[in-house]
């Protein structure tokens, strides 16, 4: 007779992470890449196109205005790998610019498949590109691409939006050495960081008064009770921008109105929160132009060009492997 195995409980890497968050002793936190399922990622859209969030613009317009330049600054032919592309919507410029000189592939890594499809569509149309999703964390994604890449190919690795501002900055110059170690010389990197602005106008874009963000942030805690069975009452928290200036970022914080005990079944846990008490769930790291030079230099790059914006303080920072 055949022994039937028992079955085992397998805890998916989602519900394992949020329980380490959820369990940290001083600060209590919600990893912020689970902000981005098929709602966040919508809610997202629908910030970068709020008048108090300037971030997207800033980016766009300068891509739009430098493709050509930053092509130029290239080694051809280059294949395009894109970290966490989002809708596409403003790799556009760099696509056409480039797929004028060659036959251009483009691989757009992202952990959400919902975005990934919107990305593919956007940009399928442009003529002499061709598109790869795939659908992996970045460094995953980006090993995966370069192990298929030919010969004489170059790559251009984009990492626009500030996305790297959600990282720590250890974290953050510890990530682009990884990167680097995937490249070889002369490689590219356009790294998007938004710099720093005034407080009030930072919290303005982080708490805007039509309460996308708000959404957006409380999204994250209506993902656990569909994806890990949690009973989160959302009415019984409230969004919260905060400038940390020791570490020069914004953080976004749930914060719990009443004492309350909220079961995550998928997570094996039960927490209890006190009165005011907050949930972590993003960091928004600004920069100083410099930070970026610094910051390229001491991860195996040199910053060959940087582009800012002049409405939104934001930069296009086109960084070469050495
Ligand atoms: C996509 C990480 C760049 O930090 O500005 C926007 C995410 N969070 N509003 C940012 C975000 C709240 C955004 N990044």
Redesign the pocket.
């Known amino acids: 007779m055949l022994t039937q195995a028992v079955p085992q409980f397998h805890v998916s890497e989602f519900a394992a992470e949020v329980r380490a968050g959820l369990t940290k002793p001083l600060q209590r936190e919600i990893p912020?890449k689970y902000?981005y399922d098929e709602v966040g990622s919508a809610l997202?859209e629908v910030?970068?196109v709020l008048p108090e969030?300037g971030?997207?613009r800033a980016d766009t317009r300068l891509l739009r205005q430098h493709s050509e330049e930053i092509v130029d600054r290239l080694s051809l032919p280059t294949m395009v790998a894109e970290l966490?592309s989002?809708s596409g919507k403003k790799t556009r410029w760099i696509l056409e610019a480039l797929s004028k000189r060659q036959r251009t592939f483009y691989y757009p890594i992202e952990i959400s498949a919902s975005a990934l499809a919107a990305c593919e569509k956007e940009l399928r149309e442009i003529e002499f590109v061709s598109i790869v999703g795939y659908e992996r964390p970045y460094l995953d994604g980006l090993l995966a691409v370069a192990a298929n890449r030919g010969e004489d190919d170059r790559l251009l690795v984009l990492f626009l939006?500030?996305?790297?501002?959600?990282f720590d900055r250890d974290a953050s110059e510890r990530f682009l050495r990884e990167v680097r170690r995937i490249l070889f010389p002369g490689d590219a990197l356009l790294l998007?960081t938004?710099l720093e602005k005034s407080v009030p106008q930072l919290l303005l874009?982080?708490n805007d008064p039509a309460g996308v963000?708000a959404a957006?942030?409380l999204n994250v805690l209506a993902r656990l009770n569909r994806e890990l069975g949690a009973d989160f009452d959302l009415a019984g928290f409230q969004h919260e921008?905060r400038w940390n200036f020791r570490e020069r970022r914004?953080e976004?914080h749930l914060r719990s109105r009443r004492r309350q005990t909220v079961r995550i079944p998928g997570a094996g846990l039960a927490i209890t929160l006190e009165k005011g008490e907050t949930l972590w769930t993003?960091?928004?790291h600004k920069y100083q132009p410099e930070d970026v030079l610094a910051m390229a230099n001491r991860t195996g790059f040199r910053c060959d060009a940087q582009w800012v914006d002049a409405e939104w303080p934001f930069a296009q920072n086109l960084l070469i492997a050495v």
């Open positions: 912020s902000l997202f910030i970068c969030y971030l997207t966490g989002g939006g500030s996305t790297i501002g959600n998007g938004d874009a982080y963000t957006f942030n921008a914004i976004m993003e960091s928004s």
